[in-house]
């Protein structure tokens, strides 16, 4: 089945970037997608990209995508602490109706 | 606007014991679904549902069941629970017509399963 992988930790400066990696498995999906997650909470989405695009651009937040190599990218500019929080990447593929395939997450710990 | 609300928040069970997890979502939604969280493994699709009336597995539906019997409400019926299921589960609905419909999550629950 599908699969979506990413690393567990990230720890960074405040003020520095961040970057999160991700790679998926599944050759048909269709959109990809990044939700945070603070603590005691759902998920919210961040942001998402269509899989015929390279990149996207939104204020801090920049999505990466190598469709080629099935590698997707998150980078926070300027991250602050209350960027703290477990980042998902996620993909929709086409098997199946609305089925969508988390990561583990990678939980991103902010340094001041 | 509620969006998608989940009750209890947290709930302790002795093993063998019953009970259902309540989900509610005011967005109209068609798609509904249930995923579980555990450290390390992200989150595994339970059960979905694309409308009323439908419900079909996901990931890991042993141990679990699920009726949708209106568009709102979608609860999840744990019939005997056992400590592997000590989890937390979160219940997440989106618009099933559009194919960039993202997922909107409820906070989640926190079961313990003694």
């Known amino acids: 089945g599908e699969d979506v992988e990413q690393s567990l930790f990230l720890s960074v400066r405040e003020g520095d970037s961040s970057v999160i990696n991700c790679t998926y498995t599944?050759?048909?999906?269709?959109?990809l997608y990044w939700y945070k997650q603070e603590p005691g909470a759902g998920l919210q989405l961040l942001t998402y990209?269509?899989?015929?695009?390279d990149m996207k651009q939104d204020q801090r937040l920049t999505v990466l995508l190598n469709k080629k190599d099935k590698h997707l990218s998150l980078r926070i500019a300027d991250t602050q602490t209350g960027d703290s929080a477990i980042y998902f990447c996620a993909e929709k593929g086409t098997g199946g109706y609305q089925k969508v395939t988390f990561g583990t997450g990678t939980k991103l710990q902010v340094i001041p | 606007n509620a969006g998608v609300t989940q009750t209890p928040k947290f709930q302790v069970l002795k093993t063998g014991q019953s009970m259902t997890l309540q989900c509610a979502q005011d967005m109209n939604h068609e798609y509904m679904s249930w995923y579980r969280q555990d450290p390390g493994m992200g989150l595994r699709l339970i059960h979905y549902?694309?409308?009323?009336?439908?419900?079909d597995q996901g990931e890991v539906p042993n141990g679990y069941n699920v009726s949708r019997s209106t568009t709102e409400d979608f609860p999840l019926r744990l019939l005997s629970a056992a400590p592997s299921q000590t989890s937390v589960y979160f219940c997440?609905?989106?618009?099933?017509?559009?194919?960039?419909?993202?997922?909107?999550f409820g906070n989640g629950t926190r079961l313990t399963v003694t």
């Open positions: 549902s694309v409308g009323a009336g439908i419900t």
């Open positions: 990209i269509f899989s015929n695009m």
């Open positions: 997440a609905s989106s618009y099933s017509g559009h194919n960039n419909s993202p997922l909107h």
């Open positions: 599944d050759s048909s999906s269709t959109y």
